[in-house]
């Protein structure tokens, strides 16, 4: 296979576009990546597949020019998977690799590679998605990306649980298994570049002293879906009865729930009263580009299932902020403790406890943020330690100045894009390799349509009094109803799809009379 091999990247804006309300991580990091595939990838033409059909032909072309691109744009439309074949692989902006296995059976499981991305896997639909990989024709030359070791670790907790209840209920023995490779979600590190000029509009904006502290947090603002508050402001609080000079939290985020902004306002007049609380729209380009400029330090504490990698850390260690952090799934693949900045420890309940919650959901009891919450519950941050971390780095400048330029360099060596593309290419590098020593030509298009997606006169064959042979001779009646063909044909169009136009099924008419 080529070096230069790219496979056809799954297109839709709502999983690219990140002018909305709305803003999730997923969002951001699939836009950044077609942004980055396209600065870095050395492309000499980008395909796209269509996810679905109501978008314009011109759309991938138009949003890919929007982030750059200069080569030729092709877009496939859905349901030609004789293209993909053509192409030889399928990037996914999802870990729905199943699903879309299930799709590729039409042309063959051997037709072209899955390449699937995890961004959460708390979810049911993403988790039955995940046990449904051996069962569904993934093949060992399709890959699941796992953002993070925690994330493979959890993957493969689901595996290795599917596969003793297929071995216990039916015997089974042969399982077929992805690549699951761990590469991280990547960073344009010098769009994070600190700026002095930023730094002063913004502190004298909100009217932060030279020698006061700033800490920020970046990102959605939730307390079910991304992090509680209490620990942090807690945190805050503890630190700001020891320490004189005054300290600002920026929070520069959205409202997941616009109402819970009092919530968080009511905490941090109870828990932190010495702490001067900022609130600004991260979803604004000037605050989402420059904000980091005007903070010392970068603060997360995540304590939600939810987060499987954790962007923001890496954003704030290319802009040369030092981290506290939770020691929480992704967290600990960035952040290296004593060196780009602390982590928090965190204490979950040992396995078996959620039981009911993950009843309740699975019967539909409990809706997907009351059972984050009931996990969320059942998880402990050290807020004794969030304290001592944050205090350090509030009254040691040079510390801080230490661990955000360590947390600079490491930003740009293992999370610029410029090294993260590299890793996607060398994985579908590889996924071709396994696939070409793995299948003899003729064998690529053997197709096997998965049952669930059976021809419906296979399915239904027993509706029908007979099914038409071959040998059959079809024509129209010998003498045409009096009613006027054009307005019998207006009269059926409207339940059929749009397969033929009306000249023709006029010109079809004529040759069968």
């Known amino acids: 296979m080529s070096g230069s091999f790219t496979p056809a990247i799954r297109f839709h ?6 002018a909305r309300q709305d803003l999730a991580g997923r969002h951001m990091a699939n836009h950044e990546f077609l942004r980055a595939l396209i600065r870095h990838g050395r492309l000499e033409e980008l395909h796209g597949y269509m996810l679905t059909a109501d978008l314009p032909k011109s759309a991938l072309e138009n949003f890919t020019r929007g982030l750059g691109a200069t080569i030729a744009v092709h877009s496939i439309q859905p349901g030609r998977l004789d293209l993909l074949a053509e192409r030889g692989g399928l990037s996914l902006d999802d870990p729905m690799i199943a699903t879309a296995a299930r799709l590729r059976s039409f042309v063959g499981h051997r037709a072209y590679a899955l390449t699937g991305i995890t961004h959460t896997t708390a979810d049911h639909p993403t988790k039955a998605e995940l046990a449904d990989i051996l069962t569904a024709d993934v093949q060992p030359w399709d890959a699941l990306i796992c953002t993070s070791r925690a994330v493979a670790a959890m993957v493969n907790q689901i595996l290795a649980a599917e596969r003793a ?41 909100l009217r932060i002293e030279a020698d006061e502290a700033a800490l920020l947090y970046v990102g959605r603002l939730h307390r079910v879906s991304k992090a509680h508050p209490l620990p942090m402001l807690s945190a805050l609080g503890r630190v700001a ?7 600002h939290l920026i929070l520069a985020g959205w409202w997941q729930y616009p109402p819970e902004e009092a919530v968080w306002r009511e905490q941090a007049a109870l828990l932190c009263p010495e702490i ?20 010392d330090i970068f603060v997360s504490l995540v304590d939600n299932i939810q987060e499987t990698f954790g962007l923001a850390p890496v954003e704030a260690m290319a802009a040369r902020l030092p981290v506290v952090a939770t020691d929480w799934d992704g967290f600990r693949d960035t952040v290296r403790p004593g060196l780009d900045g602390m982590l928090v420890p965190t204490l979950m309940a ?3 406890y959620a039981t009911d919650a993950a009843r309740d959901y699975a019967a539909g009891q409990l809706n997907y943020g009351g059972m984050l919450s009931e996990v969320a519950r059942m998880t402990i941050v050290d807020i004794r330690a969030a304290a001592e971390a944050i205090e350090a780095l509030v009254s040691d400048r040079a510390l801080r100045r ?13 999370f610029d894009w410029t090294v993260v593309i590299p890793q996607h290419q060398a994985l579908w590098r590889e996924q071709q390799a396994i696939r070409s020593k793995a299948c003899e030509p003729d064998q690529i298009g053997i197709a096997r349509p998965d049952p ?18 071959l040998s059959q001779r079809l024509g129209p009646e010998a003498e045409p109803p009096a009613s006027d063909v054009i307005s019998l044909l207006n009269f059926t169009a409207s339940a059929l799809p749009s397969a033929l136009h009306e000249d023709d099924i006029m010109r079809v008419l004529s040759e069968l009379r």
């Open 350 to 352: 040992p396995p078996g």
């Open 241 to 247: 009865l020891r320490h004189k000079q005054k300290i």
């Open 452 to 469: 669930r997606h059976m021809d419906p006169t296979q399915a239904f064959e027993a509706w029908a009094s007979t099914t038409f042979s």
């Open 402 to 414: 230490r661990m955000g330029a360590a947390g600079q360099i490491r930003a740009r060596q293992s």
């Open 276 to 295: 001067q609380l900022h609130m600004l729209d991260g979803r604004g380009e000037a605050v989402r580009r420059q904000i980091w400029s005007a903070a």
């Open 165 to 205: 209840r297929l071995s216990e209920r039916m015997g089974a023995n042969r399982f077929s298994h992805p690549l699951l490779p761990v590469i991280p979600l990547g960073v344009d590190t010098d769009r994070f570049q600190p700026s002095e000029s930023w730094r002063s509009e913004w502190r004298k904006r």
């Open 13 to 18: 804006p709502e999983s690219h576009v990140i």
